[in-house]
């Protein structure tokens, strides 16, 4: 891995993001791990990532960044050249404010009419909350999702921001641009795609509330299949304090658990029973509380008895089916996730680090079709850090 240039299927597509946290640079790191040509328009001013160093905003992978002041109007006037040649743009900023700065849709799509020009939002170009701030949990909060999320007798539980900022988000938006580019190429014009993470989380939902709309799903957290509630589907402490999960719905699952665990699950009554629940639940904690978790892995270790070990995130890169996969690539000494999913004859890569503000720049301006007067001229404004 290291500096090279772009491999993956999506080799010849080049998309402008300008600079936001979150779910925007996710969807630009899916479109760059697949080999887009993303250049990142980052901020003059230094912003604060949260992060040790540059190198380990992974989100931010696989780009090269030119610092631009989009105050500044000739800065305006350079993204608007690379928008000419762009195929895609990606903006996260809240309703209007891409307008106010001179590169809104209109502007954009009448300098290059094939353009898809994705918008990252937590609500929505529109409706009743489109200028509110927001984070992940509040997006959640508004689609069921957060409420459905944890124990029963307790607060719900915001799972990261998996399933805001990067499932509902990010993915949705880098799925909405792929599609929008493939009409593109039919149709020779571009389109505004209005990604919000508050719609794309609701999509996720879309399997709950067809079980709750086919009364197959109780409305209370903790009561059903896959939420923590049945207690074939749970996760266990182990006598190490550390965890199991177990997912024995189906029969053939079940058998095979009890057969290699002795455990006695007689008298207990009908496992499907909501009733019963919380006596097989008890009775499977206090078998799991015998041994270490590695020892009850060691025991389950077959193809069919679908009880894992709770990985935290220094074990994960360790486990034999990542390390077989290569889940896990170093990267200039960091140890990050590799791009997903795989393709047979255009495979993905990590080329480029994440970049600091500025880096590559001048590379990715040649290769845009810059002249070397205009790159003089943006490396005097300091544009390139």
């Not at 029969?251 to 029973?273: H, M, Q, T, W, Y």
């Not at 639940?281 to 041994?291: G, S, V």
């Amino acid at each position: 891995m290291g500096e090279g240039d772009a491999v993956g299927p999506l080799q010849g597509i080049k998309i402008v993001e300008l600079f936001c946290i979150g779910p925007g640079p996710f969807a630009g790191m899916l479109l760059s791990d697949m080999g887009a040509d993303v250049v990142l328009v980052d901020r003059l001013e230094e912003v604060e990532y949260g992060y040790p160093s540059y190198e380990y905003r992974y989100l931010y992978r696989n780009r090269r960044s030119v610092r631009l002041d989009l105050k500044d109007p000739a800065a305006v006037a350079t993204v608007l050249e690379l928008v000419e040649g762009a195929d895609g743009l990606i903006e996260g900023m809240r309703p209007g404010v891409a307008e106010r700065l001179g590169l809104g849709p209109d502007v954009c799509l009448a300098r290059n009419p094939r353009l898809v020009y994705g918008r990252m939002t937590g609500w929505g170009q529109d409706g009743p909350f489109a200028q509110r701030a927001g984070f992940d949990a509040n997006y959640l909060s508004i689609t069921g999702a957060l409420w459905a999320i944890g124990e029963a007798d307790r607060p719900p539980v915001p799972p990261l921001i998996l399933a805001g900022d990067f499932g509902g988000g990010g993915t949705f938006l880098a799925m909405g641009m792929l599609a929008a580019l493939l009409e593109a190429q039919r149709s020779g014009k571009g389109q505004v795609v209005d990604a919000a993470i508050s719609d794309g989380a609701l999509n996720l939902m879309a399997y709950v509330y067809g079980n709750l709309a086919g009364g197959t799903w109780m409305h209370e957290r903790q009561a059903n299949l896959v939420d923590g509630g049945d207690w074939r589907y749970a996760v266990y402490r182990c006598a190490d304090g550390k965890f199991v999960s177990t997912a024995l719905l189906q029969p053939k699952f079940l058998r095979n658990f009890v057969a290699k665990s002795g455990i006695d699950l007689e008298g207990l009554g009908d496992p499907s029973d909501r009733a019963n629940w919380p006596a097989y639940r008890e009775r499977m904690a206090a078998l799991f509380a015998t041994r270490p978790r590695d020892a009850w892995v060691e025991l389950f270790d077959g193809d069919d008895d679908n009880v894992q070990p709770v990985l935290d995130l220094l074990e994960a890169p360790m486990h034999p089916h990542n390390v077989a996969r290569d889940a896990f690539v170093e990267v200039d000494g960091t140890t990050q996730p590799a791009p997903a999913p795989r393709f047979s004859r255009t495979p993905s890569e990590i080329v480029r680090r994440s970049p600091s503000p500025g880096a590559g720049g001048e590379d990715a301006l040649r290769a845009w079709g810059f002249d070397d007067a205009r790159i003089a001229a943006l490396r005097a404004a300091g544009a390139f850090g």
